[in-house]
């Protein structure tokens, strides 16, 4: 099994009592892991990657917008 598919997929279960302080094994540990071929693994954490890097591009472009911003103000101002 690839770690990330494994990685990725836990990111997706929904943990009982995840909002208070606990060790949250003991729920983990009944959840069934589906194990796909690894060709279906490898096109889920490409697929996933993709995802990333657009997230990663979207957040640059937010993080940019105050500067450009005061550089439109300053220069039309």
């Known amino acids: 099994m690839r770690m990330k598919f494994l990685?990725?997929?836990?990111?997706?279960?929904?943990?009982e009592?995840?909002?208070?302080y606990?060790?949250?094994f003991k729920y983990l540990?009944?959840?069934?892991v589906p194990v796909p071929s690894l060709a279906e693994q490898d096109r889920i954490i490409s697929e996933v990657e993709k995802l990333e890097?657009?997230?990663?591009a979207?957040?640059?472009v937010l993080?940019?917008?105050p500067a450009r911003k005061q550089m439109?103000?300053?220069?039309?101002l």
């Open 58 to 60: 979207a957040r640059a």
């Open 63 to 65: 993080d940019a917008a």
């Open 53 to 56: 890097a657009k997230i990663a």
């Open 72 to 76: 439109i103000f300053e220069k039309w």
């Open 29 to 32: 540990k009944n959840q069934r």
């Open 22 to 24: 606990e060790r949250h």
């Open 17 to 20: 009592n995840a909002g208070r």
């Open 7 to 15: 990685c990725e997929y836990l990111k997706t279960i929904a943990i």
